[in-house]
C-alpha cells in the first residue's frame, strides 16, 4: 500500500511539473546564468523557478553546486495544484545529465512534504528521483521556469 501511494504522489507530482513547466507567465524575462549553466550540463533552464538568482557557484571538478535565490520560492504545480518550495539555498552534485544530492527543493502531497533528490537527463526525458521512487517525463516540458508566488520572501 504504500508503495502504490508513493508511486501515485510521484506520478502526481511529475504530472504537475510537466504541465507547470510548460507555461511561461512571463515570456520576456531572460533567464539567469544559472538557469543557463543548465544547459551545459544537458538540462533544461526549468528546473529552476523564475525567481532573482542572487549567485550561484559550481566546482567543475567535484561537481558541488549551490544556487542562492535570495529567499524561499512557493510554486503551485498544476493540474492538482501541489505546493511546491524552493529553499532560499539549493544545493547538490551535478555532471553532465545527472544532478545527485539534492537539497532545497520539496513538494506536498498525500499530507507530507517530499524532497527531490536527483533529477537524471535520459535521451529527450528527464527521470525525477524521491526517495527510491522514479519516475521519467519529457524533458521538453521544463523548457520554461514556473514563477514564485506572492512576496519573493528575500532574508
Known sequence: MIKFKSFL?????LQFIIAGSSQNP???????SAHSELTNYGFPIGLLPSATVL????????????????GACKVTLPP?????????????KIGHG??????GISVRAFFKWWS???IRASGENLVF????????????NFDES?????????S
Open 146 to 154: 514556473l514563477p514564485c508566488e506572492g512576496k519573493h520572501l528575500a
Open 26 to 32: 512571463n515570456p520576456s524575462q531572460s533567464p539567469s
Open 116 to 118: 527531490i533528490t536527483g
Open 80 to 92: 492538482d495544484n501541489y505546493p511546491a518550495t524552493y529553499s532560499k539555498k539549493i544545493t547538490g
Open 9 to 13: 504522489f510521484l506520478f502526481s507530482f
Open 98 to 103: 545527472r544532478m545527485a544530492k539534492l537539497d
Open 129 to 140: 528521483e524521491v526517495g527510491g521512487i522514479t519516475a521519467k517525463y519529457p524533458s521538453k
Open 55 to 70: 549567485g550561484y557557484s559550481i566546482n567543475h571538478t567535484s561537481g558541488e553546486f549551490s544556487v542562492d535565490l535570495g
